[in-house]
């Protein structure tokens, strides 16, 4: 009978055993048994995601808070009959609209990319017959056949490998490519452990194979990644729950406003129900800031671009501003923190020591002994050369590019030869290889034979530490040949496993000229210990540096990988992250309840050999603790925690496709140095949108309020419904929209992250709303009055209170620049040309509004007298002033009686 396949512990069992529960043997199925269980357990494929069609995709767009408000100020406009106006919030709905529309399209790729991963044929044994099918033809007890290039079509269970090595990087994280046995392993070893197993989607580097498939499709290790990737849902950015809080309570007081305005002014006053219906329309149109959603969304625009200058793609609008909130990064190792590319970073002699400097596969470094850098003695030369000849890679550079041809670690060796000064090309030539033992995970080593140019025959062997120190019997000395200290080499080789290194023997051993062939016998014993090579995937510069900017803006990074632990532990000591003894692996989370889990992401920076459900649960973790949390990665094992992380940051460079699909952001440039570029544009757009919000909300106010205040009066209008969306329309689309340009402040990455819950409007702006709209309506409303007491005509008395009312705009611009730090310096006043080409464009606007005909016959305007506009000018000029001193109080007293100049976010003084 014919075991379940969506066991998961094949692992455990012996080769021999699994071929038996899956009634198959070593000459395969027969095609009948293949037909039979093609029909019972389906075709080795990825079940396609069900898509939306076009046309609901494209009104699926239309879901969302910032459309919802721009809908509704379009109608209000267009039932005003303002075409031009509603034009331009409709082009905003509709471009915003696409945008989505074809962003979704893009990101229904993930599972698709998933499926591409598995190639569409595979090599099997039918009927005893060699054969080749259709990969989605695959059925569980299949015999594959596995050589150098392939990708595993299905998760095979090893029956013979020979030197077979498997790159799962993609998958795991490990960043060598893995040996492979046939040996069964712990039934609770972790999916990097599991040696005997080849995984789908995973590709063959080197040597060959074959093994039984035990799992297809969704019961597959990248089947399971995929099912949770679709129920991973797709989370509602901060700023748009943000958003949709702000949009109801906005409504529901511009609503009450308006009908508590109405029903005074009819009860308490003797206004006609038409005037105090054109009022309430009027006081809609200018509490609504309908120019907000168009601005929020053009911010985000230019964010996008921004980051695009920075390497940073963006996919999804809203996620721009959700950078700025980041309170965590968690970030996969290989690729991402490190090169992804093995280097020897130490070299263990007789005699001393050696580091090796240098980045990934460049070819130049220098060695360094007891922090002075020397040249290479003749034994460490002779090393670098039995590295470089007993070795089957080989690189090919075209400029600043390198195409690698093996196993990153043979190629890494190529590299130390290379910092010694040899030449490979010469080197092979000089010393031919007559004959090899390839390395097996059986024996442990590899070995060749060379004819060397003086016509003498060498035997180079280079494997596992312990294995090669048991074939050897002496050691190199920088004096010649010694005696070997099997207690100093033991001790060399602990230290650099503690240092997170792979480490590599290297021996000699010189035979008999005019030998042709080499057998096991040769290499038993009797060899001469070289040395040891440390090697390991080093981690980026930039990305050290960058790690060092999270934690001064108060973000912590930590690493989650499926990597060795103690090669993890070492790299995050390096770069900062944990202190390279306190770690966790994925086993050992499994013991965790929730709150210990809970305890653990909080107190802990770097978790290992985790598997792709470890990541998803940790950035779950982290989330549930109210973190604001960003995934790096760039393989297939991260894209669900990608896509779970309020930010998904993936590679572009060396990421897979899936990651790519799964993230909001891919670096063009695989640099964990745009990430923290990318968090300080994510925090200045946030920024700029509340020194927004700031403007547009008193301004808004303001012309609200003047109505009020004339209804509660009982007066005439200072400013009619019409000339109010004047007011909105000319100063929405310059004037707030200047503030979407400035640049990032100082000191923006030296603040700690904004509080989570945060609201988009502050006790601090609530307060600076009200102060500034009532500077707003005394100025503008006094000024009309007096007017009117100097009998003044009422279209030119209302002439200058619109003059007025935008001049307090245009003034109350250059306040907003800072938040609460001065402006009245060259750096406030000029350091933002969009800011006075907005006033000096806005100035135009009024000079026609106030002079030319049509616009008087339009809007009921008057000419005005040099003398109206210097009252004017005075009056509205006040604000300038007083928010200056405003925010000097606050600067003094509102944040802890500090009197520093730089610029202090709302939210420290709303906690003081």
Same mark, same amino acid.
Request: charged share 20%.
């Given at each position: ?263 005074? %002014? ?5 206004? !006609?129900?038409? @005037?105090?219906?054109?009022?309430? /329309?009027? =006081? *809609?149109? $200018? &509490? ?76 130049? %470094? ?5 922090? !002075?850098?020397? @040249?290479?003695?003749?034994?460490? /030369?002779? =090393? *670098?050369? $039995? &590295? ?525």
């Amino acid at each position: 009978m014919i075991r379940n396949v969506t066991d998961t512990n094949w692992h455990a069992r012996s080769a021999k055993a699994v071929l038996s529960e899956f009634a198959s043997d070593l000459g395969g199925l027969s095609q009948a048994e293949v037909e039979r269980r093609l029909y019972q357990y389906g075709s080795n494929r990825l079940p396609a995601a069900p898509r939306r069609r076009p046309l609901k995709r494209f009104l699926i767009q239309f879901y969302n808070v910032l459309i919802y408000v721009l809908l509704a100020a379009g109608l209000v406009t267009l039932l005003l009959g303002e075409w031009v106006d509603s034009g331009v919030i409709f082009a905003v709905v509709l471009i915003n609209t696409l945008v989505g529309f074809t962003q979704e399209g893009k990101a229904e790729q993930a599972l698709a990319a998933i499926r591409d991963m598995v190639l569409p044929q595979a090599t099997v044994l039918r009927d005893g017959q060699r054969v080749t099918v259709a990969a989605e033809a695959l059925v569980p007890g299949d015999v594959v056949l596995q050589e150098p290039g392939d990708r595993v079509p299905a998760d095979l269970r090893l029956l013979a490998a020979r030197n077979l090595h498997i790159d799962e990087a993609a998958l795991t994280g490990e960043s060598a490519p893995v040996d492979k046995s046939i040996e069964p392993v712990a039934v609770d070893a972790m999916l990097g452990d599991r040696r005997c197993l080849a995984f789908s989607g995973t590709l063959v580097t080197t040597g060959h194979g074959r093994g039984v498939v035990v799992a297809t499709g969704l019961t597959t290790e990248l089947g399971q990644i995929s099912g949770m990737l679709a129920e991973v849902p797709t989370l509602v950015t901060p700023l748009l729950q943000k958003l949709a809080r702000f949009g109801r309570w906005l409504t529901a007081l511009i609503l009450i406003a308006a009908a508590a305005t109405f029903t005074f %002014g009819w009860w308490l006053r003797d206004y !006609t129900l038409a @005037e105090l219906f054109m009022v309430a /329309v009027g =006081l *809609a149109v $200018a &509490a609504i800031p309908e120019g907000l959603p168009a601005i929020i969304t053009i911010t985000l625009a230019l964010g996008v671009q921004r980051m695009a200058r920075h390497r940073a793609i963006v996919r999804r609008l809203p996620a721009v501003e959700t950078l700025g909130s980041v309170t965590v990064i968690c970030s996969d190792k290989t690729g991402t923190l490190t090169r992804n590319e093995m280097m020897v970073q130490a070299v263990a002699m007789a005699d001393a020591v050696y580091q090796v400097s240098g980045s990934g596969y460049g070819g130049r %470094g220098e060695f360094r002994c007891r922090d !002075t850098q020397v @040249e290479p003695a003749p034994h460490l /030369v002779e =090393l *670098a050369r $039995a &590295a470089l000849l007993c070795n089957d890679a080989s690189l090919t550079r075209r400029g600043a590019q390198v195409q690698l041809s093996g196993d990153p670690m043979e190629a890494a060796l190529v590299v130390l030869g290379e910092k010694a000064g040899l030449a490979p090309d010469q080197e092979r030539r000089c010393g031919p290889r007559l004959d090899a033992i390839p390395f097996d995970t059986v024996h442990r080593f590899m070995a060749t034979l060379h004819c060397t140019s003086a016509g003498e025959a060498l035997i180079l062997v280079k494997g596992a530490p312990e294995r090669v120190l048991a074939m050897c019997e002496f050691q190199r000395g920088q004096g010649g040949e010694e005696p070997l200290d099997s207690v100093y080499w033991q001790t060399r080789i602990d230290a650099f496993a503690r240092q997170g290194l792979r480490v590599l023997a290297l021996a000699v051993r010189p035979v008999a000229p005019g030998r042709t062939e080499l057998g096991f016998a040769d290499v038993e014993t009797g060899l001469t210990l070289l040395g040891l090579v440390g090697l390991i995937d080093p981690p980026r510069e930039e990305a050290i540096a960058a790690v060092r900017a999270c934690r001064a803006a108060g973000i912590r990074v930590k690493m989650i990988t499926g990597d060795h632990a103690v090669t993890a532990a070492a790299i995050g000591q390096v770069m900062g992250i944990g202190d390279g003894r306190n770690y966790l692996t994925g086993s050992e989370l499994d013991g965790l309840d929730e709150t210990a889990l809970s305890e653990a992401v909080a107190n802990i920076d770097v978790f290992a050999r985790v598997s792709p459900a470890h990541k998803l649960y940790l950035v779950r973790a982290l989330q549930a603790r109210g973190e604001v949390a960003a995934m790096t990665g760039d393989g297939v094992n991260d894209a669900p925690a990608l896509k779970q992380a309020d930010i998904g940051v993936a590679m572009g460079l060396k990421g897979t496709e899936v990651a790519k699909e799964a993230a909001e952001i891919v670096l063009a440039d695989d640099n964990f140095a745009s990430i923290e570029r990318a968090v300080e544009e994510g925090r200045t757009i946030y920024n700029n949108l509340k020194k927004t919000i700031l403007f547009i909300l008193p301004t808004s106010a303001a012309e609200a309020l003047v109505l009020i205040a004339a209804i509660a009066l009982g007066t005439l209008l200072p400013i009619t419904a019409v000339q109010i969306l004047w007011v909105n329309m000319i100063t929405a689309v310059t004037l707030a929209l200047a503030l979407t340009f400035e640049p990032a402040e100082a000191d923006a990455m030296a603040r700690p992250p904004r509080a989570v819950n945060e609201p988009l409007v502050t006790r601090y702006m609530a307060w600076r709303t009200a102060y500034v709209a009532l500077l707003m309506v005394v100025g503008t409303f006094g000024l009309f009055l007096w007017e009117r007491s100097q009998g003044t005509p009422i279209d030119t008395a209302r002439t200058i209170a619109v003059n007025t009312l935008v001049l307090f705009e245009m003034f109350y611009l250059i306040n907003s620049r800072y938040l609460t730090a001065p402006v009245l310096n060259r750096a406030g006043l000029t350091g933002n040309r969009i800011v006075l080409w907005a006033i000096a464009l806005v100035v135009l606007f009024q000079l026609a509004f106030t002079y030319f005909g049509g616009m008087q016959a339009l809007f009921g305007s008057a000419g005005l007298a040099a003398t109206d506009w210097l009252r004017s000018v005075l009056v509205s000029g006040s604000v300038l002033v007083l928010v200056e001193l405003e925010k000097l109080a606050m600067r003094r007293f509102g944040a802890g009686g500090s009197s520093r100049s730089t610029s202090i976010s709302a939210s420290q003084i709303d906690s003081s």
